[in-house]
């Protein structure tokens, strides 16, 4: 499936709109946040054409409760240098009529936006149903390998009693086969029940058996306690980042999904409400420092996710970044 939009000409802004509008309704949302969508998705592929020399438009439905599609336009272009001044009605430096990022404030159900002068902007998008699911917020996106139209990277999450669980799968290679075997994984996951992470993939490695195979993390969080728990089989890093930028990577075990594995060990950590725990493919570059996060405090789970897409993806590989923390309880 289409995950991105490359915007470096005009023909991207109707493509992007297409995919918008098809991925909304795929998703269940009514005609009315269909068509708003559709009108954001235009503004915000025309503001990156037009604004930024080009950039990235990333389209993903979130795996939360209810229908949730989630926007984020990514660039490196000048920045804006005045966000409130954008966000004013009529305001353009372009040859647009000028509701630009206002418009879409008020036609989202959710509205980010980060930029930096000389180092370019982040918007990001959210429309449906809320992104906390179990006391959980969750936010991710995915980029394809460059020039596919299907992606081997894979998110997901369900509630399971009150406790999330969320799996981030990097199907082995990419394009259509690897997109296959993310999906294999995603169904047998679907059909598995337990309160084990490490016993779950060791389950979801023997349904794989004699497939291609993927890599996967699987994490448990108990929102009502604040218990971690997770598991890995092969190269998906988990990462839990504490305020003020103490980080702690989670261990999986090296493998794969479908071939000969031990069962893995479990982490288990704490969360209280500021800790974010990231997971991604090796599509994104590893998180080694503080310095290669962006500023967690205050943004959304999916305005991270993006901002870690848009400064750390590799640029040749599918890419997945999975973002959860806590959410206050006014918000879940």
């Avoid at 974010?276 to 994104?284: N, Q, T």
């Amino acid at each position: 499936m289409r995950h991105v939009v490359e915007v470096s000409e005009p023909s991207a802004v109707a493509e992007a709109r297409r995919l918008g509008r098809n991925l909304a309704e795929n998703v269940g949302l009514d005609a009315t946040r269909t068509a708003a969508l559709a009108i954001v998705v235009t503004e915000m592929a025309t503001n990156l054409l037009r604004h930024a020399r080009g950039g990235q438009l990333m389209l993903l439905a979130q795996p939360v409760a209810g229908p949730r599609v989630a926007l984020a336009a990514i660039d490196r272009g000048p920045g804006i240098p005045d966000i409130e001044q954008a966000l004013s009605d009529g305001f353009s430096t372009g040859s647009s009529a000028g509701g630009g990022l206002g418009a879409m404030k008020r036609l989202a159900d959710s509205f980010e936006i980060q930029s930096t002068p000389g180092q370019g902007t982040v918007t990001v998008c959210g429309f449906g149903a809320s992104p906390v699911l179990a006391g959980v917020e969750i936010g991710g996106f995915l980029t394809n390998y460059p020039g596919d139209r299907a992606c081997g990277d894979a998110l997901h999450a369900r509630n399971v009693g009150g406790r999330v669980d969320l799996i981030s799968i990097d199907g082995l290679g990419h394009g259509a086969r690897a997109e296959v075997a993310a999906t294999e994984t995603l169904d047998g996951f679907a059909a598995l029940r337990g309160d084990d992470p490490a016993r779950l993939l060791a389950e979801l490695s023997a349904r794989l058996s004699g497939s291609r195979g993927s890599v996967a993390a699987l994490a448990q969080i108990e929102a009502a306690d604040g218990r971690l728990s997770l598991a890995g089989i092969g190269n998906i890093s988990a990462l839990l980042v504490r305020p003020g930028g103490r980080m702690r990577r989670l261990i999986s075990r090296e493998g794969r999904l479908g071939g000969a594995v031990r069962t893995p060990p479990i982490e288990t950590e704490t969360m209280t409400l500021g800790d974010v725990l990231i997971l991604h493919s090796d599509g994104l570059s590893t998180l080694r420092s503080p310095a290669d996060l962006p500023e967690l405090a205050g943004m959304s789970c999916a305005m991270i996710a993006a901002q870690l897409i848009r400064d750390r993806a590799k640029g040749r590989d599918d890419c997945c970044a999975l973002v959860a923390r806590l959410a206050p309880e006014e918000a879940a």
